[in-house]
Structure formats: C-alpha cells, structure tokens
C-alpha cells in the first residue's frame, strides 16, 4: 500500500566505554575510523529497503545504540538526507537521538538540532556522584547536569533514562534525583530496573541489585510519585507528561508497527506483499510465522497501558487476538481485575502491570 506508516531505526554499535551492568554493548569506537565506511553502509541499507518497499511514508527516525551521539552532526544529516530521498519523510516526523553525557559538547548538540533531530534522550542513569561511579558512568553529575539543561532547552521533545534498584537504594534518595530530573522541566523520564545479566561485568563480580520485593515496592512508589507530579506511565518503564509527550517511534514497536533497522546489528519487523518480515543488519532475514508475530505483539502490546487494540492485531499477525488467547484465562484475569477489555482492546490495570509476566503466561496457556 503506498504511503503506509514506516518507523525507521538507525543504529549506530560503538560505545565510548563499557557499563558494566550492559548487555547490548558490542564495541569501543574504533580510533581513527572512517565514518564514511559507516554512512556508506547506512545509505545502501536506506535504498535496499526503498527498493524492497517502494514508497513508505516515515512517521518516525530514532538513531540509537550503542552511542549515536558519537556519531558527527553531518553524519547525522546525511542519514537524514538519504532517508528523505529514499522515502516521504512526514513533515512532523520524531527524529530521535540517544546521547550520552560523556559524549556532550554544546555546539555539537546544537549541531543535531540544525542536522534534523528534534527529540533527544539523554542516558543520564543515575543524579548522584557515588552510583554514576557504581554504574561505571564516564560522566560527572555536573555533565549530567549541563548536558539536561541544554537539552531541555534545545530539542523540541526530551527525555532522560534513570536506572532504578541499584544496591541498597531507597525510595527517597531516589525521590531527589526523579526531582533533579524533572526540575529541567523534562516531559518524558524513562525508568529502567537494575537487573544482572549473564556476559556483564556486573554478572562475574556477583553484582547483587535490590532483591525483587524492594525493587517492586521501589516501582510502585515511583509510579505514585510520577502520577501526583502529573507523569502517566504509558508503558511500564516510561513516563510522559502528555500523550504529545509520548515517544511516538517506541509506540510503533509496542503497538506492533511496521519499522525497519539500517546498521550493523540492527532489526525490523514490517509487512509486505502480505507476509510478515524479520530484519536483521539491514537485510531481510527471515518471513516469520503469523503465531510467532502474534506473541511479539501479545508481550509487547500489553507493556503499554493502551494495550492492545485487536484490529491493530490482527493486522499485524494476520491472527484475531480471541483465536489466538486462552479465552477462559482473559475472562478470570479480568475477575481478578488484572486486565480490562472491550470490543476494541485489552489494556492491564496498576495491578496487572505488576504481574505483567504472569498475565501473559495464563493468557497463552
Ligand atoms: S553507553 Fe549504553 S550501550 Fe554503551 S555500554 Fe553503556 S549502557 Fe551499554
């Protein structure tokens, strides 16, 4: 179909330094490296799938990571560039960056706004100096604090990532760095917990973050306090003060969207001549089978407190959502109200969100 919606992921895999408690890194950027060799293998993944899709209309661009703001201003423009040339580019389109305070510097920031990035995300982590250490944070909590100030007030939409569960943390230490955050006058805060992951350096020096019964009581506080600061949480780990707030690219993964990812490492998912895609480092990888697409879209779908709209379902599965759940567990989920429905969607209540997992074993049970 012409002009249908296409959210586009560019990602860029170097990082600066490695987090210890990270499982996406991938690679240092290399000194001296040629970022021709990378924009070139960006723009070929940019036609590849203009040839494959023909003509697309793109709602939504996010450069993540890895560091993309490792990447130069101009590399970012000329991504942009050939997207348009490739594409309709929708004249309100979210063009998303992920940046790291350690990779701040005012004019190159001002530079991406210019290049075509109105929305910025900024991995923050931690507001005191003691965890950005833990973390192994390269930044200082005044580059923290000066990249935010320039970003708020740079980028039309704004966002920071903050990282929850540390060791012995406590709800109101933690209170004052939600408060630092929001004192920028940011509009989107994305809260992540702190978990363990096996091939981190967390993982072999048996790193333990806050056991599940704190953490769970800590996200819950959080939750409060972010709705009487007038912050709904759309998605479990992310907060808005507006549905304009909102991130629009995420919402097409959660909402089961066509998107395609250019880079090395990148993936997509998107639907053509009927069948279902999987993309991986910018090239087709596989059809995927309508069951499969229609689990993705169950555990994705239901993260976000919209849920899941059962036309929107079925679109993207070619699956009707009630053939496809066990309809005896949605009618005792909703008894135990840990779900709503109506004739259009499902959506969890407060307490489903805290028994997301269990709530999507039973439904496919
Ligand atoms: S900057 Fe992000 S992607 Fe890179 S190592 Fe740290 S957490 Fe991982």
């Not at 009630?322 to 567990?329: G, S, T």
Request: aromatic fraction near 12%; charged fraction near 25%.
């Amino acid at each position: 179909m012409q002009n249908k919606p296409l959210a586009v992921y560019v990602h860029f895999p170097y990082c600066k330094s490695r987090c210890p408690y990270c499982d996406f890194f991938r690679a240092l950027k290399p000194k001296n490296d040629d970022e021709t060799i990378l924009l070139d293998r960006y723009k070929q993944d940019i036609r590849y799938f203009a040839d494959l899709l023909g003509e697309r209309l793109v709602t939504s661009i996010f450069f993540g990571g890895g560091t993309p703001s490792l990447l130069s201003a101009d590399a970012v423009r000329q991504i942009l560039d050939e997207i348009s040339r490739a594409f309709v580019v929708s004249a309100d389109a979210e063009i998303s960056l992920e940046a790291n305070p350690n990779t701040f510097d005012r004019d190159k920031f001002v530079s991406f706004h210019d290049a075509g990035i109105n929305r910025l995300s900024l991995g923050v982590q931690a507001l005191n100096s003691d965890d950005l250490k833990f973390l192994g944070r390269t930044h200082s909590l005044d580059d923290a604090l000066t990249a935010m100030e320039l970003v708020v007030n740079t980028f039309e939409k704004s966002s920071v990532d903050l990282i929850y569960a540390r060791p012995n943390q406590n709800f109101y230490s933690w209170q004052n760095e939600i408060d630092t955050a929001l004192s920028f006058g940011l509009k989107h805060i994305s809260l992540y917990q702190l978990t363990i992951e096996e091939g981190t350096v967390f993982y072999k020096k048996n790193v333990a973050p806050l056991d599940e019964e704190n953490a769970a009581n800590l996200y819950e506080q959080t939750v409060s306090y972010l709705r009487s600061r007038g912050f709904s949480r759309y998605e479990v780990s992310n907060f808005a003060a507006s549905p304009a707030d909102e991130s629009r690219h995420n919402l097409v993964y959660w909402q089961g969207g066509d998107y395609i990812g250019i880079g090395q490492g990148a993936h997509g998912r998107f639907l053509h001549d009927g069948k279902i895609f999987a993309s991986v480092d910018g090239k087709i990888a596989e059809t995927l089978p309508p069951l499969e697409r229609a689990e993705e879209l169950l555990i994705m779908g239901l993260r976000i407190k919209s849920g899941i709209n059962f036309e929107r379902f079925f679109q993207a599965s070619g699956i009707h959502f009630f053939d496809f759940v066990n309809n005896l567990a949605i009618k005792k989920l909703a008894k135990l109200n840990l779900l709503c429905y109506d004739d259009a969607n499902v959506w969890l209540t407060d307490k489903g969100f805290l028994l997301l997992d269990k709530v999507i074993l039973e439904l496919v049970s």
